[in-house]
């Protein structure tokens, strides 16, 4: 598969209760389970390796470019450590990447107004090719 923007990728987010801040073991309040298609990376296997430099490459560049998509207020919660992403697999689909963001119980905001960011979030990338008509997003509050 050669590399060009109608290549065909697939990215997931998985927002799940993981610690939202280690200091104070905070849990999360809300996981969301996102999905979607990101057309213009191809996958390989040093993606496919979490401990490979092009993972985790990839893994700051996708994160800044969510985490850059965020409303002031989303972003000034991930900078306090109140929101966390952290991607747990990239496989072959031809990308499908798997990552975790928590949010911790101490911010104010719902899993819909979540949601709704990353949805704006992903609408708005600077740097992937984003379907959003490949994108599923399924939440839960604790």
Do not use: H, W
């Not at 998509?69 to 450590?81: E, R, V």
């Not at 109140?82 to 975790?100: A, D, M, P, W, Y």
């Amino acid at each position: 598969m050669s590399t060009s923007a109608a290549a065909s990728s697939v990215t997931t987010i998985v927002l799940s209760s993981v610690p939202a801040t280690p200091s104070s073991g905070t849990s999360a309040a809300s996981v969301l389970e996102v999905s979607t298609k990101i057309r213009n990376v191809e996958f390989t296997q040093e993606l496919g390796n979490r401990e490979s430099n092009q993972f985790q490459e990839f893994e700051k560049n996708f994160t800044a470019d969510v985490v850059n998509g965020f409303s002031k207020t989303f972003q000034d919660s991930y900078q306090n450590g109140q929101i966390k992403i952290n991607v747990t697999s990239i496989e072959n689909g031809c990308i499908l990447v798997n990552f975790t963001v928590a949010v911790s119980t101490n911010v104010s905001v719902t899993t819909a107004s979540i949601r709704e960011a990353l949805i704006e979030s992903l609408n708005n990338s600077q740097k992937f090719d984003v379907d959003l008509q490949n994108t599923t997003i399924v939440g839960k509050e604790f």
